[in-house]
């Protein structure tokens, strides 16, 4: 049976970088605050000119060099999102005419900080049935544009970026060994973006109440975040009849510092097998997981044979898990 296999990894972030200092002088916080309850240091904002799109076609760019592909030959762009350049047409479109990609089908996936993984799943299945032998995925936010600055629990969070794979249909025994998804829809109010959408259409009313913002309740998303995770985490590891101590990099959402500790725990990792950056660039959504997991691929701390564990949690309220053999 044929495998997809991660041949490319690459990210881009954007230059500026807003550090707890920076927000202090925003909202009613400090450094101390921050960290304590996050864990997060600074996030990389992106400035006027610079989109999802942009950070997307970049990271993309870099993938598919370190596979040594030509953008002609995907076949498939699929660009997690919910920070979209345009409801639409999908920013995976603008992607695909940025690379010059003119062979590849194009859409995007909404599935918040799970968006990555629910991509994964989506390429994993068309490269198994044979209906892609080459794809991107890609996950890529602008966050920074839909963040409420004048809330102090949640602007203190977000961050913007994109990460991206480059995946081959290939024999063997390296590739994505499983993938998992799931949504619980009723939870929807914990996390969301009220505004701009056809229930609440552009207008001085949606401006003036600020719904044009992410709002999120944090208390409530923490708790079931741990939960689902870690669910799901031991999800892929029973499918594929192994133990949390078989885990080389478990490398999940960059949330909260705090829940990825408690995951941790749960599930009786080492510090050595945890992937952790968000003190660097908080958190990215749908880009946090592609991100991590490009920068370890760059610093060769990989090998091939890895047991590499994926796992997210976003609003819809949605999870997922990935188990890759590197």
Not at 116 to 144: N, P, Q, R, T
Request: proline share 3%.
């Amino acid at each position: 049976m044929m495998l997809s296999r991660i041949r490319g990894t690459g990210s881009a972030v954007p230059a500026k970088i807003l550090t707890n200092s920076d927000i202090v002088k925003i909202v009613d916080t400090s450094d101390d605050w921050i960290i304590t309850r996050t864990g997060i240091r600074e996030r990389r904002v992106a400035v006027e000119g610079e989109y999802t799109s942009t950070f997307a076609t970049i990271a993309a760019e870099k993938a598919l060099q370190m596979a040594g592909i030509g953008p002609e030959e995907i076949d498939l762009i699929v660009v997690a999102t919910v920070t979209p350049d345009f409801p639409f047409p999908a920013t995976a479109c603008l992607v695909q005419n940025n690379l010059k990609a003119v062979n590849a089908a194009a859409f995007d996936i909404a599935a918040a900080c799970s968006g990555f993984l629910y991509g994964l799943s989506v390429v994993d299945k068309f490269i198994k049935s044979g209906g892609a032998k080459k794809a991107l995925v890609i996950g890529a936010e602008v966050l920074s544009r839909i963040v409420d600055w004048s809330d102090r629990n949640s602007c203190v969070l977000f961050g913007d970026g994109a990460g991206a794979v480059v995946i081959t249909a290939e024999g063997g025994e390296s590739g994505i060994l499983s993938t998992h998804i799931h949504s619980d829809g009723t939870y929807w109010e914990l996390l969301h973006q009220p505004g701009c959408g056809n229930r609440n259409p552009a207008s001085h009313k949606v401006l003036d109440e600020r719904l044009v913002f992410l709002k999120m309740q944090g208390n409530e998303v923490f708790k079931l975040a741990v939960r689902a995770m870690e669910d799901a985490a031991h999800e892929a590891l029973s499918a594929n009849n192994l133990k949390a101590s078989d885990i080389d990099f478990f490398i999940p959402h960059q949330a909260n510092r705090r829940i990825i500790d408690a995951i941790g725990k749960r599930l009786g990792l080492l510090d050595s097998q945890l992937v952790i950056n968000l003190e660097r660039y908080g958190n990215t959504s749908s880009a946090s997981i592609p991100i991590a997991l490009d920068e370890i691929n760059r610093n060769q701390s990989m090998k091939e044979g890895d047991i590499v564990l994926l796992d997210a949690f976003g609003g819809g309220l949605t999870w997922a898990s990935t188990l890759i053999r590197w």
